[in-house]
């Protein structure tokens, strides 16, 4: 870590206020649901602004951090917030907290133990960006799968279920997994398991066999929650069975945390220089190219919305690990901006999907004929993310595609922009429909007189719905556009890059 | 040092006395027995809290009984782990204690009450005894009381399945006992001490290797059955079912533990390191057997339909961690084993007590019928949840703690096998207990089986399950207490 | 050589072998708490035997005599105490056998056993009915 690391109680009150939520859920009487859950999405606007807060000192280059609590030299829970740290639960307590509005219309039932499990889960998830070491973000991440788990069971119908064993087979199993790559971790890396800029690891200290065992034991932990294929199976299930404010969650943030451990991984464990030493990061790219064309040729044959999206995500995501595994400037930048880049995109395909669902009772696509008239807002904003995951400009998606393109020309590797051109190609072929049988189609147009509806403006969903559905399509392409703005990923991302490749 | 000089032998005999004299009390006034029962374990509890803080800078305080130098007198020695496992035992008993008032009428007749609380005090004074004693044949006495008192407390409840389930427990355990005895023979003949501490200082030099190590040999067998260790588990899961839950909260959870101590005193106090030679090849054998235990225990549990039979399996289970950790024979491997004592004893506790309580107040038994508890039992389904995850290993709790030295502990060269199982182990334990607990979550309950008001077990049983479970959570947060002690004990031992 | 010089101790542990196969082998009851009574015995014999001087005296200080010469005690006291724990053994298991016995009617070990296969089922099924 950088020197000078300033003390601040921030990150730990950050990681705490969501907690707030979960007093209030327990203490409050029955009666007063309204109330109650208000007060939880206050909690959570309240962990953003705090967040927030440290903007400005995260700019100036400063880091905050706080001890937690230490067990031996070495082995200690501290939270650090460095750039890369920020900037990831910048984006996660943004999206969480429109999550959370999202879900007060949204949910109808047991909001209790969502509510609750919500808030618990952006604590844990919030601890895990403010990590300073493995050790800690282990405990928060494996704390983090059991706070999901009743997410995605919500439903409580076979499917939820079924989705929530798979779920859980996947994930403990990971976290056994992770749990051996910590050990190892520790043990070859002479005791430290912090994160450095330059990374920690190094040839002296073990064997070629001893790293790469740790690394790919590393990728296969953080792996099945970055859907890196083959160990994507649980993301299909568990995306339409949760609800939509969970799924979008899922989709933006919970899947980044195992990207952004293998981030770390990457770069603040083993950094840039022993990757390319031990060669391991050939088999991270070609993972990650193969899981992205896989997952889009999958997303093809889904009829059902969310489970298109779903393929989509584990796709999308694959792009972070293809960027980080470039190993270039470019790379690295397009990569870990796509991490707030699809949470917004996908975060309101997602929130979109669930408007849909509440409003028509439609799963699958073939249904959806015609929405775009009933549902205008929303399917604008859809269509507005759609155009953006092809990477049309001026979005989000555009920055990632072009600057992932000259991170592959930077590594001399062309077949990547092969790949990011075929993906494109997929994106469109199954998002263009969608649109297309939005607003192109409507019910009883095979007939002769069947004439094209009007668009109704004023009877869409609930505003607490539509509100953060619009909130993140005009963030899709705002950030597109004035990309510098401090506080927009460039800004924070480049800081964290040009560090690594000066 | 003053008074504090005779605190051991206090928290040693206040119990066993007030179990000799409550028989009276009994005959007069049945009522105040519970009560008067409790009142020798708080105040072991109390010396031994006391004590925590006036060790003196030695580390250890010795003391002699009847004033009779060692090696020909009685030695009570009594280190920091040691007195920790004290006052472990002490605050599990007496939790298990409060628990049994309202409880023990559900399986024990108004007769046999003052019997079960005078077992109750004998057990836990021999308990106090068995961890403190300096002196190797002192072990076996305070062993022996132990295991009357815990064969009789299996069998009080007077049915068919207690007493068939308590002679099995003698049937392996009288065995054992004499073959702990034959060991203190052998080592007698070959260095002529009983005290620990000089024995270990004549192992290294007695030319009778071989008979030390038949010695040893015998030693893990003897305790092994004591502490469950597979394949000497068989009388475990039928005993620790059966048992009242009061009794298996102090059978899986601090009875194998003490015992797994015992092996662990024995290998590194009296064979002490220097003797590598004589323990190693028998340590490997222990490894195996106990990788075989974690394995064993885990699946078994698995396929178990009775709660407290999948409990029981459990504990065969951590029984192997706790062997793997001192087979390992590095710092962070014994200190894990032995945070791990604390851990499991804690959670092991409570998760019989949870099931006492599911049996006091509805009196249901299997896995099965727990679903959709959690409407009628929050705090008992709670208290058993939080539990259940240190079982299982899961941060913040101190299973995790434990979990990671042991695992830290076998990762050489020869070991790192152990350090998988252990892992797979972790695994197995997610599966049993994740499954109790989404039925007890979130599975909804069959017809008219839970009640839809919070109808809990009485605030006396759930107290010591609450206290239980928050400790879990407790030595996991703060696990920085106690750790660097152990640690520093640990190798100080190697 | 050794084997007879050691008589003692060999027939020590030859009763507790004949002792441990009792245990083991024997189905009655009875006959296996006597077997463990047999190794109790032979445990005590061979600590008495340890302490074995030829032409040693009785560990008593009486009438001039030396230490030198005393056979030695602690085996002696040690197995004094061991003799009571054996005793509290057999005592705790005869008042089980007899509450066995009352509650199934059989000494037979593999009686018991199999009773309790066929009922253990149908005890532990005795959930949410019973």
Known sequence: MPEKSTFSVIPLLAMLLPWISLVVILAMPKKSRRLRLWLCFLGSLAAFGVVLVMLPGILDGNTYTIKLAGLVEGLEMRFTVDTLGYYFALILAFLWMLATLYSISYIDHKENRFFAFMALCESFLLGCAFAANMFTYFIFYEMMTFGSYPLIIHEETTLARRAGYKYLVYAVSAGTVLFFSVVAHYFWGGGNLGFQEYGVLSLEMASRAALMTIFFTYLAGFGVKAAIMPLHGWVPDAHPAAPSPASALLSGVILKAGAFGIIRVVFNVFGVDLMRELGVFIVLAVLACITIVVASIFALTQDN???RLAYSSIGQVSYIILGVAMLTHD??????????????????????????????????????????????????????????????????????????????????????????????????????????????????????????????????????????????AVLVVIVGIWVTVPGFPYSLVSRVVNVIFP | MGAYRHFPIFMITIPLVGAVLLPFLGYLRQKWVPWAAAIPLVSSTILGSLLMGRMPAGGYLSYHMGNWDPPFGIEIRVDYVGLFLMLIVCGIALLALFFSRLYIFKEVSGGRLTAYYVLFLLLSGAML?????????????????????????????????????????????????????????????????????????????????????????????????????????????????????????????????????????????????????????????????????????????????????????????????????????????????????????????????????????????????????????????????LASISVIGIPPTAGFISKWYLVYGNFSRDRWPYALILLLGSILAAVYCLRVIYYMFFQPGKEGAWETVSKDAPSSMLAPIWILSAGTLFFGLFSSLLIPSLLRAAKFLL | MRLFHNYHYVAAMLLFCIGLYTVIVRRNII???????????????????????????????????????????????????????????????????????????????????????DEGEGEKGKGAEG
Request: proline share 3%; with cysteine.
């Open chain 3, 31 to 117: 006959k296996k708490l006597i077997g463990l009574n047999i190794m109790e015995t032979a445990v005590f014999f061979f600590y008495i035997s340890l302490g074995y001087m030829d032409n040693g005296i009785a560990p008593i200080r009486v009438g001039g005599a030396q230490p030198g010469q005393m056979v030695n005690p602690i085996p002696q006291a040690l197995i004094l105490t061991g003799i009571v724990v054996a005793v509290s053994v057999t005592a705790l298991a005869l008042s089980l056998v007899i509450l066995l016995y009352r509650q199934y009617g059989t000494l037979d070990v593999d009686h018991l056993m199999r009773q309790e296969e």
């Open chain 2, 129 to 385: 005894g068995f961890v403190a004693t300096g002196d190797i044949f002192n072990l076996f006495v305070f062993m022996e009381i132990l295991a009357l008192s815990s064969y009789a407390l299996v069998a009080i409840a007077g049915n068919r399945n207690a007493v068939r389930a308590a002679f099995k427990y003698l049937l392996m355990g009288a065995p054992s006992s004499i073959i702990v005895l034959l060991a203190i023979g052998f080592l007698y003949s070959a260095t002529g001490t009983l005290n620990m501490a000089d024995l270990s200082a004549r192992v290294a030099e007695s030319g009778y290797t071989e008979v030390l190590m038949v010695a040893f040999i015998l030693f893990v067998i003897g305790f092994g059955v004591k502490a469950a260790l597979f394949p000497l588990h068989m009388w475990l899961p039928d005993a620790h079912s059966i048992a009242p839950s009061p009794i298996s909260a102090i059978l899986s959870g601090l009875l194998v533990e003490v015992s797994a101590f015992a092996v662990l005193r024995i290998t590194f106090s009296v064979f002490t390191a220097g003797a590598t030679n004589l323990v190693g090849g028998t340590l490997d054998a222990v490894s195996v057997f106990a990788a075989a235990a974690v394995l064993y225990g885990g699946i078994m549990a698995i396929l178990q339909k009775d709660l407290k039979m999948m409990i029981a399996y459990s504990t065969i289970s951590h029984v192997g961690y706790i062997f793997l950790g001192i087979t390992a024979f590095t710092a962070e491997g014994v200190a894990g084993a032995m945070y791990h004592m604390l851990d499991h004893g804690l959670a092991k506790a409570c998760l019989f007590l949870c099931a006492g309580s599911f049996i006091y107040v509805k009196g249901y038994r299997r896995i099965e019928d727990l679903k959709g508890a959690w409407r009628q039992m929050p705090w008992t389904c709670f208290a058993f949840a």
């Open chain 1, 331 to 472: 790379g690295a930048l397009g990569g870990v901006m796509h991490l707030t880049h699809h949470a917004l995109m996908k975060g309101c395909l997602f929130l979109c999907a669930g408007i849909i669902l509440v409003k028509t009772g439609k799963k699958n696509i073939s249904e959806m004929k015609g929405i775009g008239y009933k549902l205008p807002i929303t399917m604008i904003c859809f269509s507005a993310c759609a155009l953006a995951m092809m990477g049309t400009p001026p979005s989000v998606g555009f920055i990632t595609k072009w600057l992932l393109g000259n991170g592959s020309l930077e590594a001399g590797l062309p077949v990547y922009i092969v790949i990011l051109l075929t993906s494109a190609l997929l994106n469109a072929a199954y998002f263009l429909p969608i649109i297309y049988i939005a607003f192109f189609r409507w019910d009883g147009d095979e007939e002769e007189k069947g004439h094209r509806p009007k668009l109704v403006f004023g009877k869409e969903a609930d505003h607490k719905l539509v509100v953060p559905v619009v909130i993140l």
């Open chain 1, 305 to 307: 919305l969310k489970r």
